[in-house]
């Protein structure tokens, strides 16, 4: 698994949010792998605009996820955000892309990040409404 994040400070109030993961699994068949080691993709921490886990399992992992961040306040940040991805048996499967707006909470010592999503590829769920909780440094 390969995970790298990155943030663009792009004037005081205004970053850029750079997020992705690159995962395979080396076992030569999926069924010998834990269902624990399977990768998935999709909900608040991947696709945004698909259902938890939505995609996979999979012997590969690719999630990229960009988000444009303005803070409102001390307290208050306001996103808009493009996540592409995948979890399958195929390293060259066709990536889920979504799209969506959000705000987070910022409690200095934990986050409460709400996000309202669409999924491009599939006209199952028109939107996604998500709430994550995450600690802050």
């Not at 699994?25 to 696709?47: H, M």
């Not at 698909?50 to 990229?64: D, H, I």
């Not at 960009?66 to 306001?78: F, H, K, V």
């Amino acid at each position: 698994i390969l995970r790298s994040e990155g943030v663009i400070p792009i004037s005081e109030r205004l970053k850029l949010h750079l997020l992705a993961n690159f995962g395979a699994l080396s076992s030569s068949s999926l069924n010998d792998v834990p269902l624990s080691l399977k990768f998935f993709a999709g909900g608040p921490d991947s696709i945004r605009g698909y259902s938890y886990n939505e995609f996979g399992p999979g012997r590969y992992e690719k999630n990229l996820s960009y988000e444009l961040q303005y803070s409102l306040s001390s307290l208050l940040d306001t996103f808009v955000f493009v996540d592409q991805g995948s979890a399958s048996d195929a390293w060259d499967n066709k990536l889920k892309s979504s799209v969506g707006v959000g705000m987070m909470l910022n409690f200095k010592v934990i986050g409460l990040k709400f996000s309202l999503a669409h999924g491009l590829d599939d006209d199952a769920d028109p939107f996604k409404l998500q709430f994550t909780v995450q600690s802050m440094d």
